[in-house]
C-alpha cells in the first residue's frame, strides 16, 4: 500500500460485479433452450390412454450446452399426441397441476414393455435430461450434483417451464438421475437411490411401505390410501424340455450328419439351437390397497398363479447359428483371392472358409483331389441328370421349361437378374455353397468348377445338349453365366442341326426327287440353319447334293428358272412385275448375343465416331443380317424388285393409295415410304449389291464353332472370386425361395413384409453389372434375419404344442398368441395361469424346475429313502425382478399444503435395488 504522504500513487480496485460468472452463462445458455425448443408455461395435453407410453411415437431433440469448458447434452423427450384442441391455453386455470404431476398418478401405463427408463419410473409423457457429453467425466462429486440442480432450479424459475428437467449424475451405467418440475405454487422432486444390493428390510412389501411412509412424512391420521402394483418376473432359461424342431442329420446319406437334411439341391433351413434364449413371465396386481395384500419377511400372499394378470416376452439369442445363413457363399472366395477386395466380415462363412484353407493345407497330400470321388460323382449326376440316361435317350432330352409367367419365381428370377430356380445354373450356385461349406472350402470350389468346364467341352465336342437350359437364345434377363451357356447350347443345336442335315443329305443322295427340296421340308418359320448347314463358313462343301436338288426342282413343272431356297409361299402377296406368288425364302437365323457382347459391339460402334463415313460404316456393320436376307430374298423370287421385299419385309414402309385410272376405274398404287427415298439408303444400297444366293450358300452370320471356343476359354478362365460374382444372384435367388417355402407354413405377417423389401433390396443392387458387394452384405444380413425369425416361430410353436397339434381345441388361440409374440415386446396371457397359454407356461416351469431341482435332490433321496421331496419342489424359480409401483395423494409438507401426488417405483433384481421417486410439496402454504 503506497505511503499516506503520497495521495497520487494511490490506487483504486473497483470490482465489477455485473459481469456474469460460468455458472450464470450455463444457466442463461439453459434458458435459451427452453424458449427455442418452446417450454415455456404450461403444457395443454389431454389424459394418457392405455399403453400409450409404449405403443405412442417419440419425438427426441438434442443440444449441446457447455459449463466453462465441460460439454453437457440437453434432450428433449416428447410423446407425439394430437393437439386438445378444445381446451386452449386461455381456458385452463391458472393453478392447474403441470402435466408431468398429472401423469405420476395415471395408472393407464404402470410397468410399459418397452419406454425410456425414466418414463417406466416416473410414468411422465415428457421431460428433459442433462447428460455429460461424450467423453466426458461423469458428474460424482456432491457439490458438482448440487451445483447442476440449482442451476435447473433457477432455469425453470426464470422461464416459468413446466416440463420435469433432469440431471444425470454418478456413472452413466448406474442410470441414475436428479431433478424437478415446477407448476404453480407446486414443486415435484424427483430423486433416485441406486444400491448393488437390497437392504434385507427392504426385500418386501412391508419394508417398502416404511420407506414411502417416512419420505412423504404426511402429518395427517390417519394416512390417505396407499395405491399398489406390483410385478414379478419369472425368466424359464431352460426350454429344452420339448424337442427341438430341426430336422435331424440323415446319416446314411451322402452327407451323413449334418443337421438341417442337407443335400444337393436344397438349401439347409433353420437354426442349429434354440433362437428363444429366455421367455420372461410378468404376474402383475395392479391397483391394490395396503390392507388387501401381505408380503413381509415371513409370509406373502403373491402367489403367481393367483396373479390377474400375466404377460409374456421373450429374448432371442444373439446372432443363433442358422444354416441358411452360413451356407451362403458371399464375399468369402473372393476375398481369398483377391485382397482388394471388400470382404464381407459379419458372415460367419469367411472364418469357415479361413479354416479349412488351414485344415487343408495342414493335410495336403500330392495325390489326393479336394472333392472325394462318390462327392464328386453325386455332384455331376445332380447337375447333369441326363448323364444316367442312356446315350440314345439324353440325345432327346430337352431343355427345362421357363416357369409360368404369372408364377412368383417367373417374376423373381427377373427382378434379381439370376436364373430359373430349377435351372443348371441355379442347381451349379447350391453345389457351390454345399462344396464351400461342407467339402474343403476354395480348393474344393475350384476343382468343381474344373470338372463343370470339362463336361461342357465333352457335351461341345459330342454334341450332347446342356440340361437345365431354356431353348433359344440366351435370355439377357438372367446373369451373365446363364447366358454364356445359353449360347453354348445354342451352338450345341446349330452343330446337331448341320450334322443331322449332312446326314439326311448323304441317305436322300440316290433317291433325291422333285419334293425334296419342297417346302414340306421345313416347317413353317424355322430357317434353314436349325436343320442343314455346312460345317464350314460357307455352305458350299454339300453343293454336289443341293446342285442336284435344285436340278430336279427345276425341272418341275411351273417351276422358275434358278428359283433357290424357298420355304413357302406367302400367300396373298404376288411379285409386282410378274404374275408369279411372293415365297417367303428360308433365311439364316440371327446371330445370338450374350450381354457381354452386345456391349462389346456397342462400344465398336461408337468408336466409329460421328463422321458420314463412320456412319455410313456403322450402317454397313449392322445391315449383315439385311443383306443376308435380301440375297435370300432375291434367290427364292426371280424377278424380284426392292418393293417386293419391303412389302414382305417392312410393310410400313410400303405406302399404297387409291387411285383413279384413265378408265375411271379406281385402282391401289403402292410406292416406297419417303426414308426409303432417301439418298444413300442402306437398304437401296444393300438391295444393289445383294447377290441372288440361297441360305445354304451365303457366309454363316454365326459361326458356331468360333462362338463356343470362345464360351468355352471364358469358363476356364474364371476364378473362384469370379463364379463367385457370377453365382450370387442365383444363390440370393434360391435363399429367398427358400425362405417364401418355409414361410408359406408359419404365416407371419412381418416375415412377408421384410421379404418383399429384401427382395426390393436385392433387385435394386443387382440391377447393375458389377453390383456393390458390400452393400449386398445388407441383403444378407436382413435375410438371415428373417431366417431367425422364422425359427423363433417354430421353436415357439414347439413349446406350445402347436406345431404337433397336442393341443387342437386351443390351436386358433395359442396361433395368435405365438404370433404376438413375434410382433410386439409383450404379450398378455388371455386368463392369465388359467388360460391355454398360462397353463403351458405354467407347464413349463413346473418342468424346468424339476429338472434342476430333482436331479440333484434324488442322490439324497436314494440315500435317505425320503419320497415327498418332490411336493417341496416350487412351481416357479425366486422371481428374477420385482417391481413395486407406490402412490398417494397427500397435503405436504404441512396439514393444511394442497394433497399432492407422491410417488416411489422400486425395482428389486439379484445385482440391483432402486428406488425412483417423485415428491410433491406446496411452495405457497408450507
Known amino acids: 500500500m503506497a505511503a499516506d504522504g503520497d495521495p497520487e500513487s494511490e490506487v483504486f480496485e473497483i470490482t465489477d460485479f455485473t459481469t456474469a460468472s460460468e455458472w450464470e452463462r450455463f444457466i442463461s445458455r439453459v434458458e435459451e433452450v427452453l424458449n427455442d425448443w418452446k417450454l415455456i408455461g404450461s403444457g395443454v395435453g389431454k389424459p394418457l390412454e392405455k399403453g400409450e407410453l409404449t405403443s405412442g411415437s417419440w419425438e427426441e431433440h438434442t443440444q449441446e450446452i457447455n459449463f466453462a469448458d465441460f460439454r453437457f447434452i440437453i434432450t428433449h423427450h416428447c410423446l407425439k399426441q394430437e393437439s386438445a384442441e378444445s381446451q386452449s391455453r386461455d381456458e385452463q386455470e391458472e393453478d392447474a397441476y403441470p402435466l408431468a404431476m398429472q401423469d405420476l398418478l395415471c395408472m393407464n401405463n404402470d410397468f410399459p414393455p418397452r ?39 433457477i432455469a425453470l424459475a426464470n422461464t416459468g417451464c413446466q416440463v420435469p428437467l433432469l440431471v444425470q449424475i454418478q456413472q452413466k451405467w448406474r442410470k441414475v438421475y436428479a431433478g424437478e418440475c415446477q407448476g404453480p405454487g407446486v414443486r415435484t422432486d424427483f430423486e433416485m437411490v441406486h444400491l448393488r ?44 424340455q420339448c424337442s427341438w424342431p430341426q430336422q435331424p442329420p440323415d446319416f446314411d446319406a451322402l452327407l451323413a450328419g449334418e443337421v438341417g437334411g442337407v443335400e444337393f439341391g436344397k438349401l439347409p433351413f433353420g437354426a442349429c439351437e434354440d433362437p428363444i434364449s429366455e421367455l420372461h413371465l410378468a404376474t402383475t396386481w395392479p391397483n391394490l390397497t395396503e390392507g388387501i395384500v401381505v408380503d413381509n419377511d415371513v409370509y406373502s400372499d403373491l402367489d403367481p398363479l393367483q396373479a390377474p394378470h400375466w404377460s409374456v416376452r421373450v429374448r432371442k439369442a444373439d446372432n443363433p447359428q442358422c444354416l441358411l445363413e452360413n451356407s451362403d457363399i458371399s464375399q468369402a472366395l473372393s476375398k481369398l483371392t483377391e485382397p482388394a477386395a471388400v470382404p464381407i466380415h459379419k458372415l460367419s462363412v469367411s472364418s469357415m472358409v479361413h479354416s479349412a484353407r488351414k485344415r487343408i493345407r495342414r493335410n495336403r497330400r500330392a495325390e489326393e483331389s479336394p472333392i472325394n470321388n462318390d462327392v464328386l460323382n453325386s455332384i455331376l449326376l445332380y447337375l447333369f441328370p441326363d448323364a444316367a440316361l442312356d446315350k440314345a435317350d439324353s440325345s432327346e432330352v430337352r431343355s427345362t421349361q421357363e416357369p409360368a409367367r404369372d408364377s412368383e419365381d417367373y417374376h423373381l428370377y427377373n427382378q434379381l437378374k439370376s436364373a430359373p430356380s430349377d435351372s443348371l445354373t441355379s442347381r451349379l450356385a447350391l453345389c457351390v455353397c454345399v462344396v464351400n461349406f461342407h467339402h474343403g472350402g476354395v480348393r474344393a470350389v475350384a476343382h468343381l468348377w474344373q470338372e463343370f468346364v470339362l463336361e461342357m467341352r465333352y457335351r461341345w465336342e459330342n454334341n450332347c445338349l446342356i440340361y437345365g437350359l431354356a431353348g433359344g437364345a440366351p435370355d439377357l434377363r438372367c446373369c451373365l453365366l446363364h447366358q454364356k451357356l445359353q449360347m453354348l447350347n445354342c451352338c450345341i443345336e446349330r452343330k446337331r442341326a448341320r450334322d443331322d442335315g449332312r446326314k439326311s443329305g448323304a441317305s436322300d443322295r440316290s433317291r433325291l426327287g422333285p419334293e425334296s427340296a419342297g417346302p414340306a421340308e421345313v416347317s413353317p418359320g424355322k430357317s434353314w440353319d436349325s436343320w442343314s448347314d455346312s460345317e464350314e463358313e460357307f455352305f458350299e462343301c454339300l453343293s454336289d447334293t443341293e446342285e442336284m436338288k435344285d436340278t430336279e426342282s427345276e425341272k418341275k413343272p411351273g417351276s422358275k428358272s434358278r428359283a433357290e431356297g424357298r420355304l413357302q409361299p406367302h400367300g396373298k402377296l404376288t411379285l409386282l412385275k410378274s404374275p408369279e406368288p411372293l415365297y417367303i425364302p428360308v433365311t439364316q437365323e440371327p446371330a445370338p448375343m450374350t450381354e457381354d457382347l452386345l456391349e462389346e459391339q456397342s462400344e465398336v460402334l461408337a468408336k466409329l465416331g460421328t463422321s458420314a463415313e463412320g456412319a455410313h460404316l456403322r450402317a454397313r456393320m449392322q445391315s449383315a443380317c439385311l443383306l443376308s436376307d435380301m440375297e435370300s430374298f432375291k434367290a427364292a423370287n426371280p424377278g424380284c424388285c426392292l418393293e417386293d421385299f419391303v412389302r414382305w419385309y417392312s410393310p410400313r414402309d410400303y405406302v399404297e393409295e387409291e387411285e383413279v385410272d384413265e378408265a375411271g376405274q379406281t385402282v391401289v398404287r403402292g410406292d416406297l415410304s419417303a426414308r426409303m427415298k432417301i439418298p444413300g439408303n442402306m437398304w437401296v444400297e444393300a438391295w444393289e449389291t445383294a447377290k441372288a444366293t440361297p441360305a445354304r450358300r451365303q457366309k454363316r452370320l454365326f459361326d458356331d464353332t468360333k462362338e463356343a471356343e470362345k464360351v468355352l476359354h471364358y469358363l476356364s478362365q474364371q476364378k473362384p472370386s469370379d463364379l463367385t460374382r457370377h453365382l450370387m444372384p442365383c444363390v440370393l435367388h434360391a435363399a429367398l425361395l427358400k425362405i417364401k417355402e418355409e414361410e408359406a407354413t408359419e404365416d407371419i405377417a412381418s416375415v412377408r413384409k421384410a421379404l418383399q423389401q429384401v427382395t426390393a433390396h436385392a433387385s435394386k443392387l443387382l440391377r447393375h453389372p458389377n453390383p456393390d458387394f458390400k452393400k449386398l452384405e445388407d441383403v444378407i444380413v436382413q435375410m438371415s434375419a428373417v431366417e431367425a425369425v422364422i425359427a423363433c416361430s417354430r421353436s415357439l410353436k414347439a413349446k406350445f404344442g402347436i406345431a404337433g397339434g397336442q393341443r387342437e381345441d386351443d390351436t386358433d388361440e395359442l396361433q395368435r398368441f405365438v404370433s404376438c409374440l413375434l410382433e410386439e415386446p409383450e404379450v398378455s396371457v388371455v386368463g392369465a395361469g388359467r388360460g391355454p397359454a398360462g397353463s403351458i407356461i405354467h407347464k413349463l416351469f413346473v418342468s424346468s424346475q424339476r429338472a434342476a431341482l430333482l436331479a440333484p435332490m434324488e442322490d439324497e433321496a436314494g440315500r435317505s429313502g425320503g419320497t415327498d421331496d418332490r411336493k417341496a419342489v416350487p412351481d416357479f424359480p425366486p422371481p428374477a425382478g420385482r417391481e413395486v409401483l407406490l402412490r398417494t395423494c397427500v397435503p405436504r409438507p404441512a396439514p393444511y399444503s394442497k394433497a399432492l401426488p407422491q410417488r416411489l417405483f422400486c425395482v428389486l433384481t439379484r445385482d440391483e435395488f432402486r428406488l425412483a421417486g417423485a415428491f410433491s410439496s406446496d411452495t405457497c402454504f408450507f
Open 197 to 240: 444390493k437390497a437392504p434385507g428390510q427392504y426385500t418386501h412389501l412391508s419394508g417398502l411401505l416404511d420407506v414411502f411412509k417416512n419420505k412423504i412424512g404426511c402429518p395427517l391420521t390417519p394416512l390417505p390410501p396407499i395405491s399398489i402394483s406390483i410385478r414379478f418376473t419369472f425368466v424359464l432359461q431352460d426350454g429344452q
Open 115 to 153: 419406454a425410456h427408463c425414466l418414463v417406466r419410473w416416473f410414468g411422465v409423457r415428457e421431460f428433459l435430461v442433462i447428460s455429460p457429453g461424450a467423453n466426458c467425466e461423469a458428474v460424482v462429486s456432491e457439490s458438482k450434483c448440487n451445483l447442476l440442480l440449482s442451476s435447473v432450479s
